[in-house]
């Protein structure tokens, strides 16, 4: 069964600094794939997807996400993480064969250093 | 724009009792998801509908059903709550989902807390 991983649990970055959260995926075909945001005790925010075509995709609030179909990844990175961007991330999947349900990672709680 | 509509946003019910969440979607959307997010897990797929009939079932409990109506909206019933039940259940509509033309975006509810003491 297709799976999603997110390596990291929790990550800490100063204000400023870049960010990359990674995202594994397990399927035999290109997957469609999702980087959602969520705040404490909030819904989820769609940031950004990848269907098809380039594989650099730009998201809102100034992500990014790259696929890599070698390294069965889709990367979510910004150049400078702003104090509001503390949140829960979660990278999903959606298969064909599936339904259209999608499947989340565990999530990465991203936490901001003044 | 419109979006998705749960209600209630927040529920405490006592063990064995029962609950009932609703979900209004997005307008001219015929399909709704149901997630379930234990605390500090990822959400999980429970159960989704397409023009009114049940399309796919996820790790749902015998305990929980769900139904849409002829006006879309979706109700999920939940019977004999348990401890383990309490969790943010969220919401999702897309105008179908899988189609000719691929993936139809899901757009997510605010969730609706559920506390079981």
């Known amino acids: 069964a297709q799976s999603v991983t997110q390596p990291d649990i929790h990550i800490t970055v100063s204000e400023g600094a870049s960010l990359e959260l990674r995202c594994n995926y397990s399927?035999?075909?290109?997957?469609?794939l999702f980087w959602y945001v969520q705040s404490p005790g909030q819904g989820l925010q769609l940031l950004l997807k990848?269907?098809?075509?380039?594989?650099l995709v730009q998201g809102i609030k100034g992500f990014e996400a790259e696929f890599k179909r070698s390294q069965s990844s889709f990367n979510l990175r910004k150049p400078s993480v702003h104090w509001s961007d503390a949140a829960e991330y979660f990278c999903?999947?959606?298969?064909?064969?599936?339904?259209?349900?999608?499947?989340f990672g565990q999530g990465t709680e991203l936490s901001v250093k003044p | 724009a419109a979006g998705v509509i749960q209600s209630p946003r927040h529920l405490i019910k006592e063990k064995r009792e029962t609950a009932t969440l609703k979900c209004y979607p997005i307008?001219?959307?015929?399909?709704v998801y149901w997630y379930q997010q234990g605390p500090g897990q990822d959400p999980q797929f429970l159960i989704s509908f397409y023009e009114k009939m049940q399309s796919d079932k996820g790790s749902i409990p015998d305990r929980f059903s769900a139904q849409q109506f002829s006006d879309y909206h979706s109700e999920l019933n939940m019977s004999s709550l348990e401890l383990g039940d309490s969790a943010l259940y969220f919401c999702a509509s897309s105008r179908g989902g899988f189609g000719p033309l691929g993936y139809n975006e899901q757009f997510f509810g605010p969730g609706t807390r559920l506390t079981v003491l």
């Open positions: 999903a999947v959606v298969t064909y064969n599936q339904g259209g349900k999608l499947i």
């Open positions: 307008p001219r959307h015929d399909t």
């Open positions: 990848y269907f098809s075509g380039d594989t």
């Open positions: 399927y035999g075909a290109t997957p469609y």
